[in-house]
């Protein structure tokens, strides 16, 4: 949880008004009672209500009309204790399935140090070789 502390950007609330710097600055026993609230949801399997709720801002697209509703992109603020059960069990998740080697060795997304990049070279190295070998 710690890691996924410190991993937090400092973004605006969700409707509960709970700041990540809120969340980074809280003493050790707030820390294990939130670890603890994170662990009961997962035991039991119920995801707060209020968790399910974002305050949804518009922001403009810039250089276009304003007058026009098309032209705003919505950003939905959700609650930064979501946000940061979310980042704890997405790292879990990885982690199991980089562990398990449940990932083909050519698959980039959604993996880390990887990208398309990767597989972009591993093309042009393939074809380098095929005409190398006519």
């Not at 209020?50 to 919505?74: A, E, F, T």
Request: charged share 25%.
């Amino acid at each position: 949880m710690e890691k996924a502390l410190r991993k937090s950007n400092p973004t605006s609330p969700g409707p509960d008004q709970i700041h990540n710097n809120m969340l980074k600055h809280v003493g050790e026993s707030s820390l294990l009672t939130i670890l603890l609230l994170f662990n009961r949801i997962w035991q039991e399997r119920v995801f707060p209500l209020s968790w399910l709720k974002s305050i949804v801002v518009p922001i403009p697209k810039p250089g276009k009309d304003k007058q026009d509703p098309n032209n705003y992109r919505p950003i939905a603020l959700t609650s930064c204790l979501r946000k940061l059960l979310e980042r704890i069990v997405s790292a879990r998740l990885i982690h199991i399935l980089e562990r398990s080697k449940w990932f083909v060795p050519s698959q980039s997304g959604f993996r880390r140090r990887r990208g398309t990049i990767d597989n972009l070279l591993k093309l042009e190295t393939a074809i380098r070789e095929a005409f190398v070998r006519n």
